[in-house]
């Protein structure tokens, strides 16, 4: 590396977690009309890493293998007469999806977090392919 192009790069930092949110913000008013109501009564939580109790619930070693979560009761299998626990989550890690997006190397961030949001949404609303594929047309 030249000195040029390591001076270029020294003052770039990763996306903060509030990058992150803007990103998934972006995502969420991106999605069709009839999929934003659903979507807007779903907590969404950017952290940096999985809390290690869940990466052991899952029986997952690496924490940069789970770039997200669906936490929660699909709608399709939801009751009236259920009482929640707590809100449905999506949770969103930000140093798993930086090091996949870093990886890859030809797709954009948002692009990466949009489909890690839909793909938890997903869970949530128990959509089929052909929903996601209206929503999230990732392998284009």
Same mark, same amino acid.
């Not at 929640?84 to 030809?106: S, V």
């Given at each position: 590396?030249?000195?040029?192009?390591?001076?270029? &790069?020294a003052?770039?930092?990763a996306? !903060? %977690?509030?990058?992150?949110?803007?990103?998934?913000a972006?995502?969420?008013? !991106? @999605?069709?009309? *009839?999929f #934003?109501?659903?979507? !807007?009564?779903?907590?969404v939580?950017?952290e940096?890493?999985?809390?290690? !109790? %869940? @990466?052991? *619930?899952?029986?997952?070693?690496?924490?940069?293998? @789970?770039?997200?979560?669906?936490?929660? =009761?699909? %709608?399709? *299998?939801?009751?009236?007469?259920?009482?929640?626990?707590?809100p449905?989550?999506? &949770?969103?890690?930000?140093?798993?999806?930086?090091?996949? &997006?870093?990886? #890859?190397?030809?797709?954009?961030?948002? *692009? @990466? =977090?949009?489909?890690?949001?839909v793909?938890?949404?997903?869970?949530?609303l128990?959509?089929?392919? +052909?929903?996601? +594929?209206?929503?999230d047309?990732? &392998?284009?």
């Amino acid at each position: 590396m030249t000195p040029t192009t390591h001076r270029r &790069w020294a003052a770039r930092i990763a996306p !903060a %977690l509030e990058d992150f949110e803007a990103l998934v913000a972006a995502a969420q008013a !991106a @999605l069709p009309p *009839e999929f #934003r109501s659903a979507a !807007a009564g779903i907590a969404v939580r950017v952290e940096d890493f999985p809390p290690d !109790a %869940l @990466l052991d *619930e899952m029986e997952i070693d690496d924490p940069y293998d @789970l770039t997200g979560l669906y936490d929660g =009761v699909p %709608l399709t *299998e939801k009751s009236a007469f259920d009482q929640p626990m707590q809100p449905d989550t999506i &949770w969103l890690f930000r140093r798993p999806i930086l090091d996949e &997006w870093a990886g #890859r190397g030809n797709v954009a961030l948002g *692009e @990466l =977090v949009t489909h890690v949001y839909v793909h938890e949404l997903a869970h949530h609303l128990g959509w089929s392919d +052909a929903d996601i +594929a209206r929503v999230d047309r990732w &392998w284009e």
